[in-house]
């Protein structure tokens, strides 16, 4: 597999170096950047959260106990609170998931001791003579405190599935009326909240076409009109609709049309959501132990990704010109066939190596060149599942190749896009039908402040990138600084005895009269950081 080579757009000969050691540099790569031609927002919500009652998600994952030897606050435990919080996690969408159509509410709330013992949906995934047997004691309260003590907007998906109306108006009323009003906000008081939730993200059903109630589009259509027509407005609500299964193999446009041709002539909700699993389980491709073909097969899977937002988009646009509906991808992440879980009751929790945190590059950077485009975006799922950033059992706790990339990429949220011209060619690569094309370099850029952030993943294993980065219409870098997530193991990843194999380290970056030289290795994430003149 050769990387083809590319004729260079600009003046890179022309470059003298402002600052950093003049080394032997022989880059006939060059990306443009134009910082002057900064676009649509990165919202912050793009590198958002998901967390469900399933297997060892809540339970361990997120909720140790109160009485627990592990260090908690009020119960949550204390590192998943600082390692979210270190990376500025947004949001957190709970409680599922397919969990979230049969469940109610009211079992989550009032005396610990005294609430409900109730059927889990992945109970029938769960294997023979283990039990998923929901205890209730991580509820609506404790789920607010766990987005407070992070500083995350919380993002609930109701029941549409198997709830009613009814249920869901007193739901958001409970959680969100001021007490001294409705009946429901002084309970709320009484069970320890009299500040109102302020819950403003509400999804309305989750995969209503499968696990939410195996609808058509059209019967969906009409039940979230029943859903929504009575929303009790006490924040400005931003109401997200059952989307697509994209990764269906055709994209499964079908259900965006039939949605929105249904809802011709009413209000068209705020999001729409869209799940994209970079779906392994029907290959032989193992979570942890694999050749270079799954390698790529992994990736090629996922940047398709690119191509169903821009279906869906499209297909939304025909209905809405103006686009108010915006995409939530509220489920994504690299979901494997099982045989590398924790332990097996805790059912989808995978091996996550630095093949995933290439994946997570990739995809981050579709992202933020879609920013016009996406609300917000949640990783399926945060932690002890499936592409997560921390695997936790008991005492132990890791952070994975995941985490690392969500961290490298934190000064993207909230900055403005800028536009990258990455004119490098396509990898020739094996996968699992054969030959395949998969980009060559995986760009994305923001400035706020004069600050540019831009971020290069080289899904190569073979060749490394000697990159130019010049930018346009004479904007000049005064200093840079860069990072590199890689390993010389593909493989690698973090474990519960050895926490830090995969991790960010120092990158050589320099700067040059009109842009950057830098060297992206192979199967890297790299971040260069900047002021610009
Ligand atoms: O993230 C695991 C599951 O994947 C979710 O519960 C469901 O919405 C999706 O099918």
């Known amino acids: 597999m050769n990387r083809r080579r590319f004729l260079k757009t600009g003046a ?3 470059a003298s170096i402002l600052a950093g050691p003049r080394l032997a540099f022989a880059a006939d790569t060059e990306i443009v950047i134009s910082p002057g031609d900064a676009g649509a927002v990165i919202s912050p919500h793009l590198y958002g959260h998901f967390i469900e009652h399933l297997g060892g998600v809540i339970y361990d994952g997120v909720w140790v106990g109160r009485d627990s030897s592990i260090p908690n606050v009020d119960g949550i435990r204390k590192q998943f ?16 998931g397919c969990f979230a159509d049969g469940y109610h509410w009211r079992d989550g709330i009032g005396k610990a001791s005294a609430r409900p013992r109730t059927y889990n949906f992945w109970q029938r995934r769960m294997p023979a003579g283990l039990d998923a047997t929901e205890s209730n004691q991580f509820g609506v309260h404790e789920f607010m405190h766990l987005c407070r003590l992070i500083g995350a907007e919380p993002y609930v998906a109701a029941n549409v599935g198997s709830g009613t109306p009814s249920e869901f108006h007193d739901w958001v009323s409970y959680c969100n009326a001021p007490t001294g009003t409705l009946s429901l906000a002084e309970e709320r008081a009484a069970n320890g909240d009299p500040q109102p939730f302020g819950i403003r993200y509400w999804g309305v059903g989750n995969e209503s076409w499968g696990c939410g109630g195996t609808m058509r589009p059209e019967e969906y259509a009409t039940k979230y009109r029943q859903f929504i027509t009575q929303f009790p407005n006490y924040t400005d609500p931003f109401l997200v609709a059952t989307g697509p299964r994209g990764h269906s193999a055709d994209g499964d446009i079908g259900w965006t049309t039939g949605f929105f041709d249904a809802m011709r002539g009413y209000e068209p909700p705020q999001g729409f959501s869209l799940h994209f699993y970079t779906d392994l389980r029907p290959t032989p491709i193992k979570a942890g132990d694999f050749k270079a073909s799954e390698w790529y097969e992994v990736l090629l899977r996922g940047v398709r990704l690119e191509k169903v937002i821009n279906d869906h988009w499209r297909e939304m646009g025909k209905f809405d010109a103006a686009h108010r509906t915006k995409l939530v991808i509220d489920e994504w992440g690299v979901w494997y066939a099982p045989g590398s879980e924790i332990t097996p009751a805790y059912i989808l929790s995978e091996t996550i190596t630095l093949r995933d945190a290439i994946h997570t590059g990739m995809t981050f950077d579709i992202f933020n060149r879609h920013a016009d485009k996406i609300a917000m975006a949640n990783v399926a799922q945060s932690v002890n599942c499936i592409h997560s950033l921390f695997l936790a059992q008991g005492e132990k706790f890791v952070r994975t190749p995941v ?13 403005r896009q800028v536009p990258v011209s990455n004119p490098v060619a396509d990898l020739n690569v094996p996968a699992l039908a054969g030959q395949a094309h998969l980009p060559g370099l995986s760009a994305s850029a923001s400035i706020r402040d004069r600050r540019l952030t831009v971020t290069l993943t080289n899904p190569s294993l073979e060749s490394a990138l000697p990159l130019r980065v010049r930018f346009a ?27 830090e194999e995969v991790k960010p380290a120092k990158h050589l970056v320099r700067v040059v009269a009109d842009g950057l030289e830098l060297t992206v290795p192979t199967h890297a994430v790299v971040l260069v950081e900047c002021a610009i003149a």
């Open 473 to 499: 219409n004479g904007a000049r870098a005064t200093e840079a600084r860069a990072s590199v997530l890689t390993h010389s193991d593909m493989r690698a990843t973090n474990s519960f005895t050895d926490i």
């Open 12 to 14: 890179a000969a022309a």
């Open 81 to 96: 609170v600082d390692d979210m919080k270190r990376i500025g996690a947004p949001n957190l969408r709970w409680p599922g």
């Open 403 to 415: 985490y690392h990339v969500f961290d490298m990429y934190r000064s993207h949220m909230g900055a």
